[in-house]
């Protein structure tokens, strides 16, 4: 029952994605720093909240480029089972822990606000969010990029998921500009400057969703919580398809963006060898590496199956 061998390539990180994000996490950490300073001079909760949640994708961008710098120069370390790609999760958990601290801190600044207003300079104002807007579609624009013929848009099915996280988490920056100018121009054309405090609550709603998610969805990996994944399924149904092998024992984990281990225990009366076993899964490409045992039974007793 020898496992498959490690000659796999596990995820080692993307040069072109790795690029273009550390040219994104420079153009918004410098309208981060422009923004939270413009909306505290000119005491805009909008754009001082924009500030915030762009320090928030700023800091998810750079997380992303050093898992990217990280499994580039540890990919060949042998010390890594299955190469260094959970660094990617772990550091998206750290990260949506520090998110939810700053919207706290962004809806307790907004609510002083609504109690103790102040006057906003709405042209200064504007005038930065108008900049944060453009900074934010053009970072949208170079994460698009192509690299190795992928795109962060959606219906590429070998897609890079770190940088499509990264580019829709831009989209939702350019929006949070856009209510922030909104909250802006109705504060001044008719005098309605309760909507920028209100902004800013809603600007930290927005971080405390998407840390919500992003902290659900590096549990899950960080975990190893994928047996309601389809490809548990899958697999149950390659092994069984001849109708006297049954499945006792089943475990699988992800290794990487689209990867995944399995190990697999196989009851039968007439069993095959691992061997073949394994190539009933060479059509699931996203198995890098199974490990599977086989146990004949007995004839006159039926494989029990096991659970998932």
Partial sequence: MPPMGHEHSFDSGNAAAERRTWVVVALTGAMMVVELVGGWLFNSMAVFADGWHMSTHAAA???????YLYARRLKADRRFAFG??????????????????????????????????????????????????????ASALILRGRGHGRSPGPGHGHDDLNLK??????????????????????????????????????GGVLICVWAYG??????????????????????????????????????????????????????????????????LLSGHREIAHSTIEVVACPGDRAPERGPA
């Fill in 61 to 67: 961008l750079t997380l992303t480029g050093i898992a």
């Fill in 214 to 279: 992003l902290l659900r969805d590096t549990s899950r990996v960080l975990l190893d919580r994928e047996m309601d994944n389809r490809l548990v399924a899958e697999i149950r149904r390659s092994l069984e398809a001849d109708g006297e092998a049954r499945v006792s024992d089943l475990h699988l984990w992800r290794v990487g963006r689209a990867q995944f281990a399995c190990a697999v225990c196989v009851a039968a009366r007439n069993p095959r060898t691992p061997e073949e076993y394994r190539a």
């Fill in 165 to 202: 996280a990264a580019y829709l988490h831009v989209l939702a920056d350019a929006t949070t500009s856009i209510l922030a100018i909104a909250a802006l121009l109705f504060g001044k054309w008719l005098h309605w400057g309760v909507l920028d405090p209100l902004m800013g609550i809603a």
């Fill in 84 to 137: 260094p790609w959970k660094i990617e999760p772990l550091g998206g958990f750290a990260s949506a822990i520090l998110l939810a601290l700053v919207a706290l801190y962004m809806a307790w600044e907004s609510v002083r606000r609504l109690v103790h207003p102040r006057a906003i300079l709405y042209d200064q104002a504007l005038i930065v969010a108008a900049v944060g807007l453009a900074v934010n579609l």
